[in-house]
């Protein structure tokens, strides 16, 4: 998902256009090379005008999208989205309504450059997040906290492998009461 904030004249920004009228789009994670870069498209221009351009950015194709949509070249994660939603949040004018487009992924583009062992490595890529007003901040350092064991840490370790693997254990375990009792066996199963 991205938001995007409505011009003081309530146009909304290219990019929530091209989402809703293609069924597509992309997002690139901003990292701390691309501040400037991100903060010049952050700016109101007419329908049309190319961001790209204006920051300097290289575009790179998106490969599994329907329809092409421009990635920027530099960017070390990026997401190829097909178009779910558009959610407009009112604000007080004249700066204050929000359009919020979700999507569902549907390709991932990672850097190596980014890795550690096979997994994203935040310090690699000082991705920034905004704060409010004209604050940032970039993340430097991450650390780990593993949830309680059960149903919440299912999924949170980054393995593919072992997100099927623990799929189909659990698929099974709540296939085998079913069956236990058409056998007149009594069967608790606590997941």
């Known amino acids: 998902m991205f938001s995007a904030n409505q011009t003081d004249e309530n146009i909304r920004k290219d990019t929530t256009i091209n989402a809703e009228n293609t069924g597509s789009f992309v997002w690139n ?11 010049i498209t ?65 390709g991932i583009h990672i850097s190596e450059k980014v890795l550690t062992n096979g997994m994203v490595d935040l310090s690699k890529a000082l991705p920034i997040a905004r704060c409010g007003y004209y604050e940032y901040a970039v993340v430097r350092e991450t650390f780990e906290m593993k949830p309680p064991e059960g149903s919440m840490a299912y999924g949170l370790e980054g393995n593919a492998a072992k997100n099927v693997e623990e799929h189909r254990l659990r698929s099974s375990q709540q296939e085998q009461p079913e069956e236990a009792v058409s056998k007149g066996v009594e069967t608790v199963t606590i997941l």
Request: one cysteine or more; aromatic letters at 6%; a negative charge.
């Open 42 to 106: 952050s700016e109101q221009t007419p329908y049309g005008i190319d961001e790209f351009v204006r920051a300097g950015l290289t575009k790179t194709p998106s490969t599994t999208l329907p329809h092409t949509v421009p990635m920027v070249e530099a960017s070390p994660i990026r997401f190829e989205c097909t178009y779910h939603s558009t959610l407009r949040l009112p604000g007080n004018p004249p700066m204050g309504t929000v359009d919020i487009v979700i999507g569902k992924v549907v």
């Open 29 to 39: 994670m901003c990292t701390w090379d691309l501040r400037h870069a991100m903060n």
